[in-house]
């Protein structure tokens, strides 16, 4: 089993930036792949980005240039930095672990952290 503790969200005014963290414990994959994940009210949680072990990013496109997701391999630990952050972006921000891959269509097979709200609002 491997756990998934989030921090880093708050309240934030447009345009400014957020470091989400996520650090994982447990019985963790010496390959394993890391991605964020948020869910607005009335909208399926959507994937924002994903990094392999080696270190091989993926972002959606509404996402592409002001987010960027990087890890820390010796801490076990993902981070997204959200830069220039748009009233859009609220949502609840979700870490997902999976051993090997990130899942394109259905996240299955790994572990989520618990969720972790982030507000962009004046």
């Known amino acids: 089993q491997v756990q998934l503790v989030e921090s880093g969200g708050g309240l934030v005014q447009p345009g400014g930036s957020l470091r989400l963290a996520c650090a994982a414990s447990?019985?963790?994959?010496?390959?394993?792949?890391m991605a964020w994940y948020r869910q607005a009210p009335g909208k399926q949680r959507e994937l924002l980005a994903s990094?392999?072990?080696?270190?091989?990013?993926n972002y959606a496109g509404s996402v592409k240039g002001r987010f960027t997701i990087f890890r820390d391999n010796a801490k076990n630990t993902v981070y997204l930095q959200m830069n220039s952050l748009k009233p859009e972006d609220t949502a609840v921000y979700y870490c997902?672990?999976?051993?090997?891959?990130?899942?394109?269509?259905?996240?299955?097979?790994?572990?989520w952290g618990q969720g972790t709200q982030v507000t962009v609002s004046s």
């Open positions: 997902y672990y999976h051993p090997f891959s990130i899942p394109t269509i259905a996240p299955s097979g790994g572990s």
């Open positions: 447990g019985s963790i994959s010496s390959i394993y792949a």
């Open positions: 990094i392999t072990r080696g270190g091989t990013t």
